[in-house]
């Protein structure tokens, strides 16, 4: 089955850290761009962060500036999202996004979403 799949999310305090991963299966991983999006309680889905094929290709929401960082190992089919000085807005539930940049498959693809909750 074509997929990807979150994990890693969790409850945090203020201050601490988590790391969260995507992993797709059944599909070329190495052909798609990577984006990280979050939903707040009672909020729209947001941009977190994107990596594209190549890891010089990265970008951030300011928001998160400075706190996140993104990172892909293709041989694993895996991309990952650090995160950092974690505060109580980044609470949300985090979804990965794969982008289809060449080759052939799905054009695009969600993940399920894991909750992330930072509070003390």
């Known amino acids: 089955q074509v997929q990807l799949v979150e994990s890693g999310g969790g409850l945090v305090q203020p201050g601490g850290s988590l790391k969260l991963s995507c992993a797709g299966s059944?599909?070329?991983?190495?052909?798609?761009?990577i984006h990280w999006h979050r939903q707040p309680p009672g909020k729209e889905r947001e941009f977190v962060a994107h990596i594209a094929l190549s890891t010089a290709s990265i970008s951030y929401a300011d928001s998160v500036k400075g706190r996140f960082t993104i990172s892909r190992v293709d041989a694993d089919n895996t991309v990952y999202l650090q995160m950092n000085s974690l505060k109580p807005e980044d609470t949300a539930v985090y979804y990965c996004y794969a982008k289809r940049l060449r080759g052939s498959g799905p054009s695009d693809l969600w993940g399920q979403g894991t909750q992330v909750t930072v509070s003390s």
């Open positions: 059944r599909f070329t991983f190495g052909d798609y761009a």
